[in-house]
Every structure is written in structure tokens, then in C-alpha cells.
């Protein structure tokens, strides 16, 4: 798996309405943008406490690549949501009400005083199943086309892309660790629970202190959110019903033939 760099800059502020006319899937998506970093971190600490118990080197491969590309996810949103932050009201309430009770006290006290780190693990790889869906929606026609400016589709696809590339990942670190299905659901309840949480209050937040924010639509993009086909909602929840199945693995959903053009284009535009 290979650990590709986005160079966008977004020197440019990012405007707070970048997804087409739809303001308030913007919203929801500069706040998992905001939670990006912190999620990410969390995710690369979860696998890397049980790198040392895979013994095979594929998978040790795997690992390496994974680590590798959510790092650079981390840097690229870093980037984007410094720019954004200048259009959107100031969110670094939010930052520190995402990272620091639940990085700084919850995961700790869950994994040095509980021992719980095969928990972290389920979680990481239930919120993977949930980007994992994320990415391939983005790739499915006129979706990326909504993305009003170049450097922000740019970012989203190559995240997208890597995060299809590294789906399987998490879960099957998981299962070779031991992980079993209870765990797994507890971690899919986690995941979905705190990220919904968290996306609920954040883009709240947003709508409340945007003066242009139009009011009039929010009924209709709120009613699109969940059941338009590839809508964010609508993913979220079919991603959770089909987590559940007893017999579920990612490998399930292969990578879209757009993502793979897409990271095939990189390499030809790179050599
Ligand atoms: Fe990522
Ligand atoms: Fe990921």
C-alpha cells in the first residue's frame, strides 16, 4: 500500500459552502473534517498496539501503509481546516470538546487502567467501515462534480481513494488479534455513536452562527441527507445495518473502478 502526499495548500480560504448548494452537507463535512486529525490519530494508535503480535508480513506491510497514508490525511485536513476556519465560526471549542475528554481521559483510562485496546481496535475499524463508505459514495457519478473548488476535490478524492485502498485493514488486524463479533458490535455502536454525537453538535453549531445560511432549503437537504442514493446520512445508516451481518468483511466492497483511475492518474501525473 502506498503512502501518497497531497500537496493542496488551500492558500486560498476555502469558502464555508464548498459542497455545491448544499450548505448544510458542507457543514457536516467541515466538522469530519475538524474531527479527522484527532480520529486519525486515535485510529493509528489503535493498530499500532498490536503490530507487534501480526506475524505475517503482508499484513506487517499493510500496517506500515496505513499508518503512513492517515498520517498524511491528518496533515492535508490540517491544512484545509486552517483555511476553512476563516469563513466558519470559531471552532476551537469544538476541537478541544472532541480531543481532549475523549483522547486525553476516555482513551487513556480505557486502555491503562481497562486494558481496553481490543475495543479501540473495534472502533477503529467500524469508524473505517463508515469512511470506507464515505470514499465510495464521493466516487459514484456527479458526486465529486458538487465539490465547487479544485483543491478541495482534489483532497477528498485522494482521502477517499486511500481510505477504499486501507478498508480492510483495521478489520482484519481485529480479526487477527482475536477480535470477535461482540467486540465488534460494541466497537460499531462506539463509533457510530460518538462520531453521530459529535457531527450533531458541531454542525449545529455551524448552522446557528451562519448568517447566510439558507434556512428555507434545510428541510429538503435534511430529508436528501437520508435517503437520496450516496447521500452522507444514507450511507451512514447503510453502512451500520450491513456492518452488523454476522458474515461482514470490507473486502466485501472492492475498490471503485474511479478510485483506482483515480490513484492511476496520480502515478502517471507523479512519474
Ligand atoms: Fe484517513
Ligand atoms: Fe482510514
Given at each position: 500500500?502506498?503512502?501518497?502526499?497531497?500537496?493542496q495548500?488551500?492558500?486560498?480560504?476555502?469558502?464555508?459552502?464548498?459542497?455545491g448548494?448544499?450548505?448544510?452537507?458542507?457543514?457536516?463535512l467541515?466538522v469530519?473534517?475538524?474531527?479527522?486529525?484527532?480520529?486519525?490519530?486515535?485510529?493509528?494508535?489503535?493498530?499500532?498496539?498490536?503490530?507487534?503480535?501480526i506475524?505475517?508480513?503482508?499484513?506487517?506491510?499493510?500496517?506500515?501503509?496505513?499508518?503512513?497514508?492517515?498520517?498524511?490525511?491528518?496533515?492535508?485536513?490540517?491544512?484545509?481546516?486552517?483555511?476553512?476556519?476563516?469563513?466558519?465560526?470559531?471552532?476551537?471549542?469544538?476541537?478541544?470538546?472532541?480531543?481532549?475528554?475523549?483522547?486525553?481521559?476516555?482513551?487513556?483510562?480505557?486502555?491503562?487502567?481497562?486494558?481496553?485496546?481490543?475495543?479501540?481496535?473495534?472502533?477503529?475499524?467500524?469508524a473505517?467501515?463508515?469512511?470506507?463508505?464515505?470514499?465510495?459514495?464521493?466516487?459514484?457519478?456527479?458526486?465529486?462534480?458538487?465539490?465547487?473548488?479544485?483543491?478541495?476535490?482534489?483532497?477528498?478524492?485522494?482521502?477517499?481513494?486511500?481510505e477504499?485502498?486501507?478498508?480492510?485493514?483495521?478489520?482484519?488486524?481485529?480479526?487477527?488479534?482475536?477480535?470477535?463479533?461482540?467486540?465488534?458490535?460494541?466497537?460499531?455502536?462506539?463509533?457510530?455513536?460518538?462520531?453521530?454525537?459529535?457531527?450533531?453538535?458541531?454542525?449545529?453549531?455551524?448552522?446557528?452562527?451562519?448568517?447566510?445560511?439558507?434556512?428555507a432549503?434545510?428541510?429538503?437537504?435534511?430529508?436528501?441527507?437520508?435517503?437520496?442514493?450516496?447521500?452522507?446520512?444514507?450511507?451512514?445508516?447503510?453502512?451500520?445495518?450491513d456492518?452488523?451481518?454476522?458474515?461482514?468483511?470490507?473486502?466485501?466492497?472492492?475498490?471503485?473502478?474511479?478510485?483506482?483511475?483515480?490513484?492511476?492518474?496520480?502515478?502517471?501525473?507523479?512519474?
Amino acid at each position: 500500500m502506498k503512502v501518497r502526499k497531497n500537496k493542496q495548500t488551500f492558500s486560498n480560504p476555502v469558502p464555508k459552502h464548498w459542497a455545491g448548494d448544499e450548505a448544510f452537507q458542507s457543514h457536516i463535512l467541515n466538522v469530519l473534517s475538524l474531527m479527522f486529525p484527532g480520529g486519525e490519530g486515535f485510529f493509528i494508535r489503535s493498530v499500532k498496539q498490536f503490530k507487534d503480535q501480526i506475524d505475517d508480513p503482508k499484513l506487517q506491510e499493510a500496517i506500515k501503509g496505513f499508518i503512513g497514508q492517515e498520517m498524511q490525511h491528518t496533515m492535508a485536513h490540517e491544512r484545509f481546516n486552517e483555511s476553512v476556519q476563516k469563513n466558519i465560526a470559531d471552532m476551537g471549542w469544538f476541537n478541544w470538546l472532541f480531543t481532549v475528554p475523549t483522547f486525553e481521559w476516555l482513551e487513556p483510562f480505557a486502555r491503562n487502567s481497562l486494558g481496553l485496546h481490543k475495543l479501540c481496535l473495534s472502533i477503529t475499524a467500524a469508524a473505517e467501515n463508515m469512511t470506507g463508505g464515505f470514499a465510495q459514495s464521493l466516487f459514484a457519478p456527479g458526486q465529486a462534480e458538487k465539490i465547487l473548488r479544485d483543491d478541495v476535490r482534489d483532497l477528498y478524492l485522494w482521502h477517499a481513494a486511500e481510505e477504499m485502498e486501507h478498508r480492510d485493514l483495521a478489520y482484519d488486524v481485529f480479526l487477527k488479534v482475536g477480535g470477535n463479533y461482540p467486540t465488534r458490535i460494541a466497537g460499531l455502536a462506539l463509533a457510530y455513536g460518538i462520531i453521530s454525537a459529535y457531527v450533531a453538535v458541531g454542525t449545529t453549531y455551524l448552522i446557528l452562527t451562519d448568517k447566510e445560511f439558507p434556512w428555507a432549503k434545510l428541510p429538503k437537504q435534511a430529508w436528501d441527507l437520508f435517503t437520496q442514493e450516496n447521500a452522507i446520512g444514507r450511507v451512514f445508516l447503510e453502512g451500520m445495518v450491513d456492518y452488523l451481518r454476522t458474515d461482514f468483511h470490507p473486502s466485501q466492497h472492492p475498490m471503485h473502478a474511479g478510485a483506482l483511475a483515480y490513484l492511476a492518474n496520480l502515478e502517471k501525473a507523479a512519474s
